[in-house]
């Protein structure tokens, strides 16, 4: 894949996710392209190498002054975008990251602060981790994604509100429709239903959105 096809399909991910956390999109991307050479390497969708049960394979750590070939775990995902979005998780659940100032250099737009905050909170091994996504960054003003633009004065839908909707409506009408898909005898009518289910999934998916909450 061409350095600017993975930009551009990882760009308004990342940068959903800078409005969603507040991890600059830049980061994102850029490891994005570390971890997966562009895309080229991401076994099970896994853009950012984060370590699972899901599937095992060979991988190269920094070791002792040396670089060492070993089988490990990772995480697996549908999409390219379940990947993305736990990335952000990922940083946020482990505390290493916010006790490193990696959230307060992303606060800031410091690009280059928030890089080496990784870096010595032990998301890599490699001693040159911070550096490759600066030089990314740079070599492709990632940066200019970091300024967002400021959005509606229109006030967020409440949570609360959201998750009623959610449960009330959308999941009682989705579970219908995925019954339907199940039972249905006919290809066209198959296709009809499936439109119909993942409909209530997306309008469920901007509800969240709207609210500020995590998509499922």
């Not at 979005?85 to 928030?114: M, Q, T």
């Amino acid at each position: 894949m061409k350095v600017q096809d993975f930009i551009n399909i990882l760009a308004p991910m990342a940068v959903s996710e800078q409005r969603r956390t507040g991890i600059l999109a830049s980061i994102t991307i850029a490891q994005g392209a570390v971890e997966s050479g562009w895309g080229a390497a991401a076994p099970g969708n896994n853009l950012f190498g984060i370590k699972g049960s899901g599937q095992e394979f060979v991988t190269t750590e920094y070791t002792n002054g040396h670089f060492v070939k070993i089988i490990g775990g990772f995480r697996t995902y549908d999409t390219w975008e379940g990947s993305v979005i736990d990335h952000s998780e990922f940083l946020i659940a482990n505390s290493r990251y916010k006790v490193s100032g990696f959230f307060e250099r992303c606060k800031e737009l410091d690009y280059i602060g928030a890089a080496g905050c990784l870096q010595n909170a032990g998301y890599a091994t490699d001693p040159k981790y911070a550096v490759k996504l600066i030089q990314i960054i740079q070599a492709n003003r990632l940066d200019n994604y970091d300024i967002l633009e400021v959005e509606d004065d229109m006030p967020k839908l409440d949570p609360g509100v959201a998750l009623t909707m959610i449960n009330t409506f959308l999941k009682p009408s989705w579970a219908a429709a995925d019954a339907q898909l199940k039972a249905a005898q006919d290809s066209n009518k198959a296709a009809a239903w499936k439109e119909q289910r993942d409909y209530y999934a997306w309008l469920a998916n901007s509800l969240r959105d709207a609210s500020g909450l995590p998509r499922e």
